[in-house]
């Protein structure tokens, strides 16, 4: 199949990899020219781990190619995938579609033929009715079909995601665009069984926004039990697994935490919420999490504070990990933007570390000394605080950092590390949702 993807984004760029991957003709198409031109030289716009190496070993094959030239990318493709970018709407919160009704317009102005135009981006219910409607009226003859195909891949595991996914989501109603559908993924049924689920367009938009409004309200359920464990004296790790066993509950997206961020939650609870009140059905279970998520991540900042005694006061704080999840760049919403800002407010210096995260935070902290190892960042330090889980801050030397740390303080905002383990390094442990120990 040929296959052109609009927009080299996160979701663009690991699909249209992915796809290539699968023995399909891809084209990428962006109007971004630098972006375009760094794809050419294999450097990567985002941090995916194995996708310069998916990427390169396709281009190489002759089956992925990237293109300025959305005319020349969308000729004679069977399947045209929109993949370009859904930010929350200032004001509103609602979903910014004009990348997607562009595109859509541009794809109309250049079909040569009755492609299938496949809507990847995340949007909201409905959107699929007005592409249909601009391609109506730009390219009423054009016998093309619009479907609903929302993604579901996890920053840092995306590539795994794509290729052996929990289910696919199709929304159409049109037969023979669910056999091309079906032709560009059947090489799933190589690698497993895993389902292709068709819709009609409409619940298929909805069901992303659902899937991701439900795990938000899980982190954000645990979250807060973390509180009431903290108030009575019970261990969270153990009610998560406790609670986690039982299968209609199941133990993912349950650990507790500083509170989630990224590029799909804030925003996709967010539009949930206005496509909700703009049908007049309230979803006061989404409204609360959100709300709740939004104070939690600077409580964990004066979780900080609480913990060096009250008063972070001319005090220096090493935080490691910055971005919203490991295994990525992305800061948007991440947690250390609260929990930096409200150590700085209570008048904290703060030196960081991460891995991959620096340059993305550099243009977002102000005042931040950004060090190139844990350690560095730790010395003579009043506190050290764990807010992302990157893998190697799972066996850092904590004799060692007890020893180059001012005051042996370890806030370790993502429970890595038992109690035990800390005390016998000569640290004061302060967990999330953790009994207090002697």
């Known amino acids: 199949m040929r296959i052109a993807m609009i927009g080299t984004g996160y979701v663009g760029l690991v699909s249209g990899a992915c796809f290539s991957d699968f023995g399909h003709e891809v084209v990428c198409v962006d109007k971004d020219a630098r972006k375009i031109e760094l794809l050419h030289q294999n450097i990567m716009p985002i941090y995916e781990p194995g996708l310069a190496e998916l990427v390169a070993s396709n281009v190489k094959a ?24 859904t930010p929350s709407r200032r004001g509103d919160g609602h979903a910014d579609l004009s990348y997607v009704f562009a595109a859509a317009r541009e794809i109309a102005e250049n079909l040569t033929g009755s492609s299938v135009i496949v809507t990847k981006s995340t949007v909201p219910v409905g959107t699929g009715d007005e592409v249909e409607r601009i391609l109506a009226e730009v390219a009423p003859n054009s016998g093309a079909k619009v479907v609903s195909n929302p993604e579901f891949l996890r920053e840092g595991a995306a590539i795994e995601d794509f290729k052996r996914p929990d289910r696919v989501v199709v929304g159409t109603n049109d037969e023979g665009a669910r056999e091309v559908m079906r032709a560009i993924y059947r090489p799933l049924s190589l690698n497993q069984n895993a389902p292709v689920l068709f819709t009609g367009r409409r619940t298929s938009e909805l069901i992303k926004y659902a899937a991701n409004a439900f795990l938000a309200v899980k982190i954000t359920f645990i979250n807060e039990i973390a509180d009431l464990c903290e108030a009575v004296g019970a261990d969270v790790q153990e009610v998560s697994r406790g609670i986690g066993m039982d299968n209609r509950i199941g133990g993912k997206f349950l650990h507790a935490g500083p509170g989630y961020g990224g590029s799909c939650f804030p925003k996709d609870t967010l539009a949930l919420l206005k496509t909700a009140a703009d049908h007049e059905t309230p979803q006061r279970i989404v409204e609360a999490t959100v709300q709740v998520n939004d104070t939690r991540k600077r409580a964990m900042g004066r979780k900080v504070i609480k913990a060096m005694g009250g008063d972070a006061h001319g005090k220096t704080v090493a935080v490691l990990g910055l971005t919203f999840k490991p295994n990525t760049d992305d800061m948007r919403d991440a947690p250390s933007l609260s929990v930096i800002a409200a150590l700085q407010d209570a008048g904290a210096t703060v030196r960081a570390y991460d891995p991959e995260g620096v340059e993305q935070a550099k243009p977002m902290l102000s005042g931040v000394a950004f060090c190139d190892s844990p350690y560095v960042a730790a010395q003579d330090a009043d506190a050290l ?9 799972r066996a850092l030397d904590l004799k060692r950092m007890a020893a180059t740390l001012k005051t042996p303080l370890l806030v370790d905002l993502r429970n890595i590390y038992p109690p035990a383990e800390a005390k016998r390094a000569g640290l004061t442990l302060v967990g999330v949702g953790k009994p207090k120990h002697d």
């Open 62 to 85: 002759r089956r992925l190619s990237f293109t300025t030239d959305l005319a020349a990318g969308i000729k004679d493709a069977d399947a045209i995938f929109i993949a370009v970018g």
């Open 385 to 393: 605080v764990i807010v992302t889980e990157w893998d190697e801050f």
